[in-house]
């Protein structure tokens, strides 16, 4: 049960360019997040989903995107990266309210 | 807006009882969730709290009461390998949805 994988697990890239996380269940979960991690704040939200086709922002969503076309995919894209875009992101996913989420390995993102 | 505290940092030796305390305000709480993770890896989850009370999980405890805003987590016969963050996070559906918020998590260090 491979659960919830996140592609790549490092990234390198300069500013201004356009990047794209990936993040893969297999549990066919009904929801799924994405949070970036610093330090001195934590855990942040920066969107979730409730269902294909359904996304809402969370706590820092400028700069990023998202889609949900399918149940198990939900990529995270930073349009034009900046700086402090550097962070480690996490993906999650849960089957509803009472649920625990589930988070994938992250993936380190560094803007240079 | 919601507002989640717990302290930075603490320290225990091994076989010793330790408690993380964690307050929250929020405007639509639905539930606590504890976290723990290690150094370089994702969150995974320990306990899930929406009632009044305690909830026990082999060493693990956690404790809520909705009134005061408080929980705790109990960490009994501790461990080299509990050294770690201990991460408290409210679902607040006014606020997030069925997304998690966190607060920005205790380090805890165990020594022999």
């Known amino acids: 049960d491979a659960g919830i994988t996140q592609s790549p697990r490092y990234k390198i890239t300069e500013t201004g360019r356009q990047v794209t996380l990936m993040c893969h269940q297999t549990?066919?979960?009904?929801?799924m997040f994405w949070y970036r991690q610093d330090l001195g704040h934590g855990l942040r939200l920066i969107y979730y989903?409730?269902?294909?086709?359904?996304?809402d922002k969370g706590e820092v969503p400028d700069g990023y995107v998202v889609s949900r076309s399918k149940t198990e995919n939900f990529p995270l894209t930073l349009e034009s990266a900046t700086r402090s875009q550097t962070s480690v992101y996490f993906c999650?996913?849960?089957?509803?309210?009472?649920?625990?989420?589930?988070f994938g390995d992250g993936t380190r993102l560094s803007i240079l | 807006g919601q507002n989640i505290d717990q302290p930075t940092e603490m320290t225990a030796t091994e076989g010793a009882i330790v408690q993380i305390n964690c307050t929250y305000q929020?405007?639509?709480?639905?539930?606590l969730f504890w976290y723990q993770q290690h150094a370089g890896e994702a969150p995974t989850f320990l306990s899930y709290n929406v009632l009044d009370g305690l909830e026990e999980k082999g060493r693990f405890s956690s404790f809520l009461s909705r009134s005061k805003g408080y929980s705790y987590l109990l960490l009994k016969e501790l461990q080299m390998k509990d050294s770690a963050s201990y991460l408290c996070a409210v679902r607040d559906l006014l606020q997030a949805g069925t997304a998690l918020i966190f607060g920005k998590g205790t380090t805890l260090s165990v020594s022999s």
């Open positions: 549990w066919s979960h009904s929801y």
């Open positions: 999650a996913a849960g089957q509803g309210e009472a649920q625990p989420q589930h």
């Open positions: 929020t405007s639509g709480f639905n539930g």
């Open positions: 989903s409730a269902a294909a086709d359904i996304t």
